[in-house]
Nanobody, 128 residues
Framework: QGQLVESGGGLVQPGGSLRLTCTAL????????AGWFRQAPGKEREGVSC????????????QYADSVKGRFTVSRDNAKNTVYLQMNSLKPEDTGVYYC?????????????????WGQGTQVTVSP
């Protein structure tokens, strides 16, 4: 899997929305699962969501951290080699650098398993 590039971060007020984009520059992301992670200042990186590759029927196609369930939605557009993270009802605690990463599958250990490729990250700041 080649280089991943995130975009779409920015400054937003609490309650606002952002859509993050993760695009693979060289390889075909459609054959890989894609995870979204975030890291706040002074905190460890945490898993936010994972979306399975198109052919993986072994488990749920989309998984979320409890802290974002009902607010965030992960999706993919295989024709554009892109994965999205729609973030609604944003809270200050959602602030951090958001990364996307690729892996063969999500599975139950999606938050902690090794991922093959990582993007450089995009900053999300939720503040009045």
């Amino acid at each position: 899997q080649g280089q991943l590039v995130e975009s779409g971060g920015g400054l937003v007020q609490p309650g606002g929305s952002l859509r993050l984009t993760c695009t693979a520059l060289e390889s075909t992301l459609r054959y890989y699962a894609a995870g979204w992670f975030r890291q706040a200042p002074g905190k460890e990186r945490e898993g936010v969501s994972c979306i399975s590759n198109t052919d993986d029927t072994s488990g749920p196609s989309e998984q979320y951290a409890d802290s974002v369930k009902g607010r965030f939605t992960v999706s993919r557009d295989n024709a554009k080699n892109t994965v999205y993270l729609q973030m609604n009802s944003l809270k200050p605690e959602d602030t951090g650098v958001y990364y996307c990463a690729s892996a063969p599958y999500c599975g139950h250990g999606w938050k902690t398993r090794p991922y093959d490729s990582w993007g450089q990250g995009t900053q999300v700041t939720v503040s009045p």
